[in-house]
């Protein structure tokens, strides 16, 4: 059984969302296996790569919002602004030698699955309805390689 395992409440039913919800838990799994292995170093770099993750998942979700005329465009934008403002802390916690990764990591899970349950669920029908258009298909593919390059 994992930390964090993914179910269906989770789903927006927006497929380029829910892969990256998904990414984002599957690295919250691998900084608690990382903290449970006391493997300092490899907390240290799970930990950066799930900020960076996720700082640029809200970036995209942010532009994807925005062009399907979401009405709660900025308050939505606030919301990821302040969660990585606390994260930020977080971080300058740990490199002062303070060890909150624990906090950081239940604080990420307990956020998210939050954040997901209700401010993203709450622009699904919209940005469905915008994709289903299919009027933005280029820049969706085109954002997506360039923020998520493999
Ligand atoms: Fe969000």
Do not use: C
């Not at 349950?117 to 299919?134: C, F, I, P």
């Amino acid at each position: 059984m994992s930390y964090f395992t993914w179910d269906s409440s989770l789903e927006t039913g927006i497929e380029a969302i829910d892969v990256q919800h998904r990414q984002i838990v599957d690295y919250i799994n691998r900084l608690h296996d990382a903290i449970a292995e006391n493997d300092r170093a490899s907390v240290r770099e799970v930990l950066d790569q799930v900020v960076d993750y996720t700082l640029t998942h809200f970036a995209f979700e942010e532009q994807m919002i925005a062009r399907a005329g979401y009405r709660h465009l900025a308050s939505h934008t606030e919301v990821h602004r302040v969660f990585a403002e606390r994260v930020r802390q977080y971080q300058a916690r740990m490199e002062q030698g303070e060890d909150v990764s624990k906090k950081l990591l239940s604080d990420l899970r307990i956020w998210l699955t939050n954040h997901i349950k209700n401010e993203d669920r709450d622009y699904s029908a919209v940005v469905k309805a915008h994709l289903q258009s299919g009027e933005d298909q280029g820049w969706l593919s085109r954002t997506l390689g360039r923020m998520f390059p493999r």
